[in-house]
């Protein structure tokens, strides 16, 4: 029941993450809040429905929050509108020719959803200069692991017994 309800809750806040201004989604700062809102609600959970939150706990509430920030980024990227990039070799009059002779026109293409991502993830570490591949997607990577390490980290902290005073 509670991994249920950890993975509702986990995609809900995945959707409205992607549907939120650009500018909320700052590099680094809105992984690491993604993964304490996902911590904080998944421990809350826990404690409605008389769930110990344990490494078991944990290890889900970590691995929703992955699969979250994941799912939050490709939605973004899906909502985007797909522009396609200008196609030097089709020329109007070769294509006309190519008709008239029986031959296939030259096709326009559209680009596959991870030539999107991958320029969506350029757009995001642009603020910060101009970085060439492999570093927009390194970045991304240590998105993630900042957003899951914090719910880890939340998630571990709410669990630890609390000192008597």
Same mark, same amino acid.
Request: hydrophobic share 55%; net charge positive.
């Given at each position: ?12 806040? $995945?959707?409205? !993450?992607?549907? $939120? ?5 700052? +590099?680094?700062?809105?992984? *690491? $809040? ?10 809350? *959970? !826990?404690? +409605? ?6 490494? =078991? ?6 691995? =929703? ?5 994941? %799912? ?23 294509? +006309?020719? !190519? ?10 293409? =559209? ?7 991958? =320029? &969506? +993830?350029?757009?995001?570490? @642009? ?5 060439? @591949? ?15 390490? %914090? @719910?880890?980290? *939340?998630? &571990? ?7 008597? $005073?």
């Amino acid at each position: 029941m509670f991994a249920l309800a950890a993975l509702i809750s986990t995609a809900a806040l $995945a959707l409205v !993450a992607a549907h $939120a201004p650009a500018r909320i989604r700052l +590099l680094g700062l809105f992984s *690491l $809040a993604f993964g304490l809102l996902n911590a904080l609600i998944q421990t809350r *959970l !826990a404690a +409605l429905l008389h769930v110990r939150v344990t490494s =078991t706990v944990i290890a889900l509430i970590a691995a =929703t929050t992955l699969a979250g920030l994941v %799912g939050s980024v490709c939605q973004t990227v899906a909502l985007q509108p797909t522009i396609k990039p200008p196609d030097n070799n089709f020329h109007p009059v070769a294509a +006309l020719v !190519a008709a008239q002779m029986g031959e296939a026109a030259p096709k326009e293409e =559209t680009p596959t959803f991870g030539d999107r991502l991958h =320029t &969506y +993830l350029i757009r995001r570490v @642009s603020l910060l200069g101009d970085w060439s @591949s492999p570093w927009p997607e390194v970045f991304w990577g240590a998105e993630l692991l900042l957003g899951t390490a %914090g @719910s880890v980290c *939340l998630a &571990y902290w709410v669990r630890q017994p609390k000192a008597a $005073a």
